[in-house]
């Protein structure tokens, strides 16, 4: 099983005694990829960059050198690293931020360096108050260090980092809203085009947006290469990706594994892995790249993690979040349950958003509660289709951002594969799955 | 309830130093308000607007965007319980209904004694330990029923004072340097932060001089801190 010798990238301190200090950081060889960056002209970075290929994290798999590249040529220059972590079933950043935050910062840095930026703000979801506080911490270490601030490690380089703590909101993880944000305004996501903050983003100004496990990448690839980094993975994906496991399996958890090498089958059933589905119950759908992705089946065991994989059956890698459900889970709550998340943190600018996806968790709660008609298929699918014309994949826009499109994916796989559930639910009148893990008073919400 | 006292002024100043622009260090300033008066008070706000050249509607208009800002006095304890996609698939709603009924309240109500304010919360990126919860934002995975009759004993009893600090308390770690924080001709800026950081003695900062993150080990709790580690033991290679 080749999946799992391949070498832990941004996950090897994780167990260390006190990861999240600069002692442990420092017995492991940390910083000494930004000192040896330091070393090298932002050009043959950029090239190591490249030739690594590390397609972004953060969900939307842009290439991160391809992004450094279209940086509009005028000063000052901003980075922004994205912590913002609130993709259901996602737990990956949270991880890597509390656990090894001088990593984090380590890469903030070399990226900083590569595209010339006047100040470094890591935006952390404000409800992580432990990360925050180890982040900052760790800051204040690599400062009287000499990692971060004026002229780093006698170079003359010098660069600010600010940790920002967002306010709780979603929306904030979608780099326009996160900029907003920042600027201290309601998280509104901006009209596109411009399409990329690299041309204009914090006060106008050009501002690279990377995610937390993007730039944690970074102090690995200058160690080691961008060619030993691109001979991990294939086709586009590659390297490692951490991969958050949580849903009905044995052994939920944070995996980093060699990206594009191991199956569904193998992240959900290897004994060292997801160790399968709990009670050795069966399986019934996977929701493989966060909620915003469509669902697959137990069919699609066999297919590659990988971006271009998942891609190829209509789905998406995303935020590399995969939540099984064995038979015993309702797709009709499930699907409510992902509605109303995306309901609750619909910013409201724009109305099929704002307005359809009321509508959509109104009736999936109906039929959930057994009040449903069958006529409310057809307007699920009619709702769904003015928030995305289509309901294609990848979706379709009529909204100013993805967030709206979100929501059609979970519906959509109900009816194309669970339709006789959804049918059974109105027809029963009742949700004919377990009442244990059913909220008895649903319609309170 | 009140304007920023004089030393969280002090800290409002030098959050608005780290940013190009003032308007930036609202957010950050707002929680420094939370973690005041336990919630944003219409003078506070207006104050805060003093600071970085907003109106009082502006400082709202924004604040209220924002799902961790209270407008309203709450409870001592904030519980957000997640009932979110992996919280919901491990029994999440029959946790909250068991939270529903030990407190007595519905979600986003107070008890009677001001204690605790309950919250049916949205992922809290804590998904490998669910169900899960917070109180004032720190982590409690893997909490079932009798799990969580235990916790809010331990609460009440205030045995978690030192894990759980107040609620808006954000960061318990101050910024000590930076480029931005020092005066132009060197440093110097540095002490006078931490000294005004002594100074101010409340609970936020009096713990700045903590050891990073030794203050909070919820290991036998499994928090996050712990979860880090539990799942990183995942990913250890099979032989
Ligand atoms: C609704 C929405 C939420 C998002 N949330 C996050 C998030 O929490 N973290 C993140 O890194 N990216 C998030 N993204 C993606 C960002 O917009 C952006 O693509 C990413 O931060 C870029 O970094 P990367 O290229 O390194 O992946 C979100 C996008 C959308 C549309
Ligand atoms: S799609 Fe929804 S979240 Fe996105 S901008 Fe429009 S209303 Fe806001
Ligand atoms: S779904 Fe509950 S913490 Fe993520």
Known sequence: ?445 | MARLTPDNVVRAQELVALYPEKRSALIPILHVLQEQDGYLSEDGMLHVGEIVGLEAVEVKGTASFYDMFHFEPVGKYLVAVCTNIACMLQGAYRLLEHAEEALGVAPGGTTADGMFTLEDAECLALCGNAPCLTVNWRFFGDVDPEGFDVLVDDLRAGRLEAEVPPHGTLSRVGRRQGLRALPPGGPGRDEAALAGEDGAGGDGMAAAHVAPGSAIDLSTRRSTAATAVVDAAHLESPK
């Open chain 1, 1 to 445: 099983m080749t999946y799992t010798q391949a070498p832990r990238i941004v996950t090897p301190r994780l167990l260390n005694e006190r990861s999240w200090t600069i002692g442990s950081y420092l017995s492991s060889g940390g910083y000494e990829g930004l000192r040896r960056a330091l070393t090298m002209t932002p050009q043959a970075i950029h090239d190591q960059v490249n030739t690594a290929n590390i397609l972004g994290r953060g969900g939307a798999g842009f290439e991160a050198g391809r992004k450094w590249g279209m940086l509009r040529q005028s000063q000052p220059v901003y980075l922004t690293i994205n912590g913002d972590e609130s993709e259901p079933a996602t737990f990956k950043d949270h991880a890597l931020i509390e656990g090894d935050p001088h990593q984090l910062i380590e890469g903030a840095v070399i990226c900083a360096y590569v595209i010339g930026a006047a100040q470094v703000f890591i935006f952390v979801r404000g409800e992580f108050p432990l990360a925050i506080e180890r982040l900052q911490a760790a800051l204040n270490e690599a400062y009287d260090y000499g990692a971060v601030g004026a002229n780093i490690f006698a170079s003359s380089f010098s660069v600010d980092v600010v940790v920002h703590p967002g306010a709780g909101a979603y929306i904030c993880g979608e780099e326009t809203a996160l900029l907003e944000s920042l600027e201290g305004k309601r998280g509104y996501p901006r009209i596109k085009p411009p399409f990329f903050p690299a041309v204009m983003g914090l006060y106008g100004a050009p501002t690279i947006v990377n995610n937390v496990e993007t730039v944690s990448n970074l102090p690995w690839v200058i160690q080691n290469g961008g060619d030993s980094f691109a001979a991990l993975g294939e086709g586009r994906s590659k390297g490692t990706k951490l991969l958050a496991l949580a849903g009905h399996v044995k052994r939920p958890g944070n995996y980093e594994l060699e990206w594009a090498k191991a199956t569904f089958r193998d992240l959900i059933f290897d004994p060292a892995l997801g160790g399968g589905i709990r009670d050795d119950n069966e399986l019934k759908a996977i929701i493989p790249g966060g909620v915003s992705s469509p669902w697959i089946g137990p069919e699609h065991l066999d297919v590659s993690l990988s971006n271009e994989a998942i891609a190829g059956i209509g789905s998406m890698a995303g935020s590399g979040s995969v939540i099984p459900m064995d038979h015993t889970a309702c797709m009709v709550r499930a699907a409510w349950r992902i509605v109303r998340f995306f309901h609750r943190e619909s910013c409201g600018q724009c109305t099929p958003c704002r307005e359809g996806g009321g509508w959509l968790e109104k009736i999936l709660e109906r039929i959930e509660m057994g009040q449903g008609r069958e006529a409310d298929l057809d307007l699920l699918m009619d709702i769904c289709d003015n928030i995305s014309p289509g309901v294609t994949w990848p979706p379709a826009q009529t909204t100013i951002c993805v967030l709206g499109p979100s929501m059609p994916p979970s519906i959509a796989a109900g009816m194309s594969r669970f339709r006789d559930e959804y049918l059974a639910h109105i027809r029963e009148g009742r949700c004919p799955f377990p009442p244990d893990r059913l909220p008895r008073r649903l319609a309170r919400v």
